[in-house]
Nanobody
Framework: QVQLVDSGGGLVQPGGSLRLSCAAS????????IAWIRQVPGKEREGVSC????????YYADSVKGRFTISREYGKNMAYLQMDSLLPEDTAVYYC????????????????WGQGTQVIVSS
């Protein structure tokens, strides 16, 4: 049974940092595409970042480029999203999602999702 557990969210001041974690079980995360997707109530989901198992260059949305870094820990079934220089508009629920067959271009259709972790950026 595949399970993804998202963690690391919280309340942070503008300009601060958080590191989100995604712990996977029931699969070999090394072979999967990994995405972080965020959602604000009343708005569409936004694919923030995606890391392919075959392509070295990660994808970042323009809104987070230069501030966020996606990574995976090979052999540990862990993925991360380092978020620096946070802005109030980064406030959202962040989900880790993974898929074996679907490419990063369609990350919002990934098969397996975590439960989400809330990030609030506010002074």
């Amino acid at each position: 049974q595949v399970q993804l557990v998202d963690s690391g969210g919280g309340l942070v001041q503008p300009g601060g940092s958080l590191r989100l974690s995604c712990a996977a079980s029931g699969l070999n995360l090394d072979a999967y595409e990994i995405a972080w997707i965020r959602q604000v109530p009343g708005k569409e989901r936004e694919g923030v970042s995606c890391l392919s198992s075959t392509v070295d260059t990660p994808y970042y949305a323009d809104s987070v480029k230069g501030r966020f870094t996606i990574s995976r820990e090979y052999g540990k079934n862990m993925a991360y999203l380092q978020m620096d220089s946070l802005l109030p508009e980064d406030t959202a629920v962040y989900y880790c999602a993974v898929d074996f067959f679907t490419s990063c271009e369609k990350s919002e259709k990934f098969e397996f999702w975590g439960q989400g972790t809330q990030v609030i950026v506010s002074s």
